[in-house]
């Protein structure tokens, strides 16, 4: 299928080259929580990855040449800019808010709300579409699962608050890493639609502006950067507070650190065909030098921030990594 605008492919991009370093720092650490293999294992097979697909057959509106036209077209190039092997499904489902979601172990597939797909342009769904298919692409839709079934388990456990205090751990470590994670396939989708003021529409959007041309982007974006410079840490800690039940970051913060990335030269350079292919991918056996990489974005977010608190959760975060790595060394040496 012929892609309408003029957009820059990537055969064989390999997931590392839109890939935030603290996303796939993050995941690294979180394979290192004990115990993490074993839940994996378990909740793997306790669930039948089927019945979800059943349930989207069942509830959903399945795109295609009759049904959502141009969403099975937008579906397509997608998967093709950034060289998917097989084109996800993808469900149209009832839902007020703006929301997306890759899901599926073995056959992953996206869901969209159909708020999303009545407010968006399609500028906007092809970027939306293209993060999801970041995630497909990365494996994310694995964690994504996990993540969810795990939720459910957690609630009805809730009564066990000392059984269950492991599987929290858990839940909070993939909620940390899957917020890294939005940040990457925030990436995936720019460079699905190659276009920095449609990514901001849907930014503005999910921070509350149902009409972009109300919002001024100057405006919008001096907000993320008066939330990342308080100097108060009580601010900080309402801030932290917030934050860590959240499966997505702050849409104002995320806005401006894609952006930022869109302005830089990692994205002209793979717009220019400079980057990593799939076919030079090491197994994802040695986790170290992804931990090295998270350890030095958290030293350059410490450089940068004048959150007090974030200057501590920073070196936490970089210690964190690196001993992680240290661990993985001394096993790798084993």
Same mark, same amino acid.
């Given at each position: ?17 839109? &890939? ?14 004990? !115990? ?12 039948? &990855? ?22 099975? *077209? ?27 979601? /890759? ?11 159909? /708020? ?9 769904? *092809?970027?939306?579409?293209?993060? &999801? ?29 000392? !059984? ?7 839940? /909070? ?44 982007? *100057?405006?919008?974006? =001096? ?21 860590? !039940? ?27 065909? &400079? ?11 040695? #986790? ?26 920073? =070196? ?8 992680? !790595?240290?661990? #993985?060394?001394?096993? /790798?040496?084993?």
């Amino acid at each position: 299928m012929e892609i309408t605008r003029a957009l820059v492919r990537f055969p064989g991009i390999s997931p590392r080259a839109y &890939e935030h370093p603290v996303d796939r720092g993050a995941l690294a650490t979180l394979r290192a929580v004990p !115990g993490f293999a074993q839940v994996l294992k378990t909740v793997a097979g306790a669930f039948s &990855e089927r019945g979800e697909r059943l349930m989207a057959l069942a509830s959903a509106i399945r795109v295609g040449p009759r049904q959502y036209p141009e969403l099975d *077209r937008l579906r397509h190039e997608c998967a093709e800019v950034l060289d998917l092997e097989r084109v996800p499904n993808v469900f149209v489902a009832r839902d007020p808010d703006v929301t997306a979601m /890759a899901i599926g172990m073995d056959e992953p597939f996206i869901v969209l709300s159909s /708020a999303a797909v009545d407010l968006l342009d399609l500028d906007g769904l *092809r970027f939306v579409l293209g993060h &999801e298919m970041g995630h497909v692409l990365s494996g994310h839709a694995v964690y994504r699962t996990m993540m969810l079934r795990l939720l459910q388990v957690q609630v009805s456990m809730a009564w066990l608050p000392a !059984g269950a205090l492991g599987l929290r751990v858990i839940v /909070a470590a993939l909620r940390e890493w899957f917020r890294k994670a939005e940040l990457s396939c925030d990436r995936a989708g720019l460079l699905c639609g190659q276009d920095p003021a449609a990514a901001l529409r849907v930014h503005v959007l999910l921070a509350g502006g149902v009409d972009p041309g109300r919002v001024d982007v *100057r405006s919008f974006l =001096e907000q993320a950067a008066e939330y990342e410079s308080v100097e108060d840490v009580r601010d900080s800690l309402h801030k932290l507070r917030y934050v860590e !039940g959240m499966n997505h970051p702050l849409a104002v913060v995320r806005a401006a650190q894609l952006q930022r990335w869109a302005a830089g030269e990692e994205y002209r350079a793979i717009l220019a065909g &400079e980057y990593p292919r799939r076919e030079d991918d090491q197994p994802a056996t040695d #986790w170290s030098e992804d931990l090295k990489s998270a350890a030095r974005s958290y030293k350059e977010a410490l450089a940068t921030s004048a959150d007090p608190l974030a200057k501590v959760l920073n =070196e936490v975060g970089e210690a964190v990594s690196g001993a992680a !790595g240290k661990v #993985w060394g001394r096993f /790798a040496r084993e």
